[in-house]
């Protein structure tokens, strides 16, 4: 089992940007592939961009890419997400997601993949 908790969300004007972090507590957090969901209101959750478990592999939904950073430091069981260039579209509640993987490089970009899920923070992009 492994616990996630997400912080850094808020309110910020269009070209802004946040730093969101998810902390782990529980298992070795460095056995586990990480990505980052959103939804925004009436609509369904989305993939948005996740790491391998060695932060070797990454991978972005495409209107994220080159805005969006997704990094991770197994020593302080923390995944991040840098976000720039903000748009008023990037409005959501983020989740970060944690699965255990034996593949020191494997992503995973589908949600029903993984099993554990924060209580997500709200990002709300103003324009």
């Known amino acids: 089992q492994v616990q996630l908790v997400e912080s850094g969300g808020g309110l910020v004007q269009a070209g802004g940007s946040l730093r969101l972090s998810c902390a782990a507590s529980?298992?070795?957090?460095?056995?586990?592939?990480m990505g980052w969901f959103r939804q925004a209101p009436g609509k369904a959750r989305e993939f948005v961009a996740a790491?391998?478990?060695?932060?070797?592999?990454?991978y972005y939904t495409d209107s994220v890419k080159a805005r969006f950073t997704i990094s991770r430091d197994n020593a302080k069981s923390t995944v991040y997400l840098q976000m720039n260039s903000l748009k008023p579209e990037d409005t959501a509640v983020y989740y970060c997601a944690a699965t255990a993987t034996l593949y020191f490089d494997n992503v995973v970009d589908t949600a029903n993949q993984y099993p554990y899920w924060g209580q997500g923070t709200q990002v709300t992009v103003s324009s």
């Open positions: 790491i391998s478990r060695s932060g070797s592999s990454t």
């Open positions: 529980g298992r070795t957090f460095s056995s586990y592939a």
